[in-house]
């Protein structure tokens, strides 16, 4: 497998862009909707029940997904492409499902990990609530229900021995990304001094799998360990990690969005739970996944436009490691 081992140039070209602000749609997060009540699962009264509530007191993320059309047009499509060419991490971000209430607040309120193996081939379970029924898996079926692993990967891997932790220092992983930088601080070190392609791919990362509410500017110990993967092809057991998140995001304490939807429909789809169209029409949709096109990326300041032009010409932003301390636009609206 060929690894990516230096970030080709990307700055100082300019770019024809058709303008298409008006056909992309923000990103936002949703907080609940009065009026949906009727549609809620029922729990028996209970640690279920309470913690149903809790959750329904959090938004729900409406998740980013990759506009192919985008950055072809703004040519980092090869580099970015470059960034993907271990086989799960292109079906991670192939994965585009919509976000449905009943299904993200039935998983989140019974949603266990088994996160310590009693031996090295222990695959590990997963236990959790869908479709009225507690289901319990194993970590490779959980694997298999998200389709993140050709065959080809799975008979050339062993699923049980990928690496299921963070092996490798967070410092080292940012001076990897951006070298030359300050020392790494994971509540402040922005993503505005990544590399543009890392740069979007991070953004889709905190609006996801590591999804957050605030401070989706900032690289978190997992987006730095994430995008140091995908930069030299290291191999993870990614559905481990994205468990890990739905874990952490179901933990009753936990303040913040809930992101794991796209996922917990694609769990879904794997079980056979909306096979028909009436199953899906009879559920409250939160949203479509928004590709992350123009708008998101002149709000991150990732490109510039030309002034004069007409149609449109954007060209990469010049490096803002001047900047990195400020605050990057989220697409919340107000």
């Not at 080709?8 to 298409?20: A, I, Q, S, Y």
């Not at 056909?23 to 699962?41: A, D, I, N, T, V």
Request: with cysteine; net charge neutral.
């Amino acid at each position: 497998m060929a690894v990516c081992t230096h970030m080709p140039k990307e700055h100082g070209r300019v770019l024809n862009v058709p303008c298409r602000l008006h056909e992309e749609r923000k990103s936002s997060y949703l907080p609940r909707r009065k009026g949906r009540e009727h549609h809620l699962p029922r729990f028996p009264r209970g640690p279920q029940e309470e913690l149903f509530q809790i959750f329904w007191a959090q938004p729900l993320i409406v998740s980013r997904c990759i506009d192919r059309v985008t950055v072809e047009q703004v040519q980092f499509a090869d580099t970015i492409q470059t960034l993907l060419t271990t086989d799960h991490w292109e079906l991670f971000f192939g994965i585009i499902e919509p976000t449905y209430l009943e299904l993200t607040m039935k998983l989140c309120s019974m949603f266990h990990l088994q996160i310590v193996m009693t031996n090295y081939d222990d695959p590990g379970m997963v236990q959790f609530r869908i479709d009225g029924l507690v289901r319990q898996i194993s970590v490779p079926e959980f694997d298999a229900a998200l389709d993140l692993y050709t065959e080809e990967f799975k008979e050339e891997n062993e699923l049980h021995a990928l690496t299921r932790h963070i092996h490798f220092s967070a410092t080292k992983c940012w001076h990897t990304l951006a070298p030359g930088t300050t020392s790494y601080n994971p509540s402040c070190s922005k993503a505005s001094v990544l590399p543009p392609s890392l740069r979007y791919l991070h953004a889709i990362l905190a609006h996801t799998v590591t999804g957050r509410r605030e401070s989706t500017g900032v690289v978190n110990t997992h987006d730095a360990y994430f995008l140091w993967c995908m930069l030299h092809g290291h191999v993870i057991d990614l559905a481990y990690f994205i468990a890990l998140v739905i874990q952490n995001q179901t933990e009753r304490h936990r303040k913040g969005v809930i992101s794991i939807g796209p996922y917990v429909t694609r769990l879904a789809r794997h079980l056979g739970l909306l096979d028909a169209a009436a199953q899906e029409s009879s559920l409250t949709l939160i949203g479509q996944m928004s590709p992350q096109g123009i708008s998101s990326m002149l709000s991150m300041r990732m490109i510039e436009r030309r002034r004069g032009t007409y149609p449109p010409q954007y060209h990469l932003a010049q490096s803002t490691e001047v900047k990195a301390y400020e605050d990057i636009p989220d697409d919340i609206p107000s």
